[in-house]
Nanobody
Framework: QVQFVESGGGLVQPGGSLRLSCAASGNIFRFYVMGWYRQAPGKQRELVAGISRTYSTKYKDSVKGRFTISRDNANNTVYLQMNNLEPEDTAVYYC?????????????????WGQGTQVTVSS
């Protein structure tokens, strides 16, 4: 079971930027399709961005043009660069993924989640 540790969250003003990191354990990370998810208070967890093994990406409409997902297989890490942050981006951000080739795998249920990292956008 690969485990994930998220970091990089914090308090930022509207229009600011943050870069989140997700470090994976084990040596099969490169076979994973990976996603960044977020959960705001009182709301369901949602997929924000995904990246495949071949580095194709997809994004939730509300973050397109502002967020960029990337991965470094040599260091077992996936990143989320978040620019022009809005108060609506406030949430706990999590990473997760599965072994496989298709982005649809990111829509399934997971039995394991890391501790997440809090992002607060406020003036």
């Amino acid at each position: 079971q690969v485990q994930f540790v998220e970091s990089g969250g914090g308090l930022v003003q509207p229009g600011g930027s943050l870069r989140l990191s997700c470090a994976a354990s084990g040596n099969i990370f490169r076979f994973y399709v990976m996603g960044w998810y977020r959960q705001a208070p009182g709301k369901q967890r949602e997929l924000v961005a995904g990246i495949s093994r071949t580095y194709s990406t997809k994004y939730k409409d509300s973050v397109k043009g502002r967020f960029t997902i990337s991965r470094d297989n040599a260091n077992n890490t996936v990143y989320l660069q978040m620019n022009n942050l809005e108060p609506e981006d406030t949430a706990v951000y999590y990473c997760n993924g599965r072994v496989g080739a298709t982005m649809t795998l990111l829509d399934g249920e997971y039995t394991y989640w890391g501790q997440g990292t809090q992002v607060t956008v406020s003036s």
